[in-house]
């Protein structure tokens, strides 16, 4: 069973920093592009990133571009999100999720995890 | 980028009703358009890709139908568990935007 379990979020000051993990267990992790996805309290979705399988592939949105990181541990199994310069507008759950299909680069998402809430307040 | 738009930005329909829900695209994205549904305190859940192919385990009455720019999810009798969100999406290259949702009520 594919399973994607987040962590990492909680509550930090406007310029802080945070960074979100997302443990992937039911399927072979280093075969797939992994994303985040966010959404703002009452909102909509939002593609935030995206990592290829091998992990030297990455791309942003352009709200994120500069201030985001994305990486992954493949031996581990794990996604990260590195967050820097937190502003206010960054208020959201974070979704990890996977890319349908073996080795597509293709922002398509079959399996998504729980959420984890990251508030930006002061 | 090509945005995605979806109409209308909630409905309110009775239990067996047919309900359908546009999404267009501001330039032609051909098949490569998602549908995805997320009830309320839940994950999203996907529903329908390649504009039409229905994702595993999700019932037929739900179909999606369109190409290019212009696309329909429709709900064909609509359940009390299909009160939800749905998004549209376009899938085939970043940013992978997403419409603004439809929500979706029993009357």
């Known amino acids: 069973e594919v399973q994607l379990v987040e962590s990492g979020g909680g509550l930090v000051q406007p310029g802080g920093s945070l960074r979100l993990s997302c443990a992937a267990s039911g399927f072979t992790f280093s075969s797939y592009w992994m994303h985040w996805v966010r959404q703002a309290p009452g909102k909509g979705l939002v593609w935030v990133s995206r990592?290829?399988?091998?992990?030297?592939?990455?791309a942003y949105a352009d709200s994120v571009k500069g201030r985001f990181t994305i990486s992954r541990d493949n031996a581990k199994n794990t996604l990260y999100l590195q967050m820097n310069s937190l502003r206010d507008e960054d208020t959201a759950v974070y979704y990890c999720?996977?890319?349908?299909?073996?080795?597509?680069?293709?922002?398509?998402?079959?399996?998504w995890g729980q959420g984890s809430l990251v508030t930006v307040s002061s | 980028d090509i945005q995605m738009t979806q109409s209308p930005s909630s409905l309110s329909a009775s239990v067996g009703d047919r309900v359908t829900i546009t999404c267009r695209a501001s330039?032609?994205?051909?098949?490569?358009l998602a549908w995805y549904q997320q009830k309320p305190g839940k994950v999203p859940k996907l529903l329908i890709y390649a504009a039409s192919t229905l994702q595993s385990g999700v019932p037929s009455r739900f179909s999606g139908s369109g190409s290019g720019t212009d696309f329909t999810l429709t709900i064909s009798s609509l359940q009390p568990e299909d009160v939800a969100t749905y998004y549209c999406?376009?899938?085939?290259?970043?940013?992978?935007?997403f419409g603004q949702g439809t929500k979706v009520e029993i009357k």
């Open positions: 990592i290829n399988g091998g992990g030297d592939n990455t």
């Open positions: 999720a996977r890319g349908m299909t073996e080795g597509s680069g293709y922002y398509l998402f079959d399996y």
């Open positions: 330039q032609g994205i051909s098949n490569y």
């Open positions: 999406q376009k899938y085939n290259s970043a940013p992978g935007a």
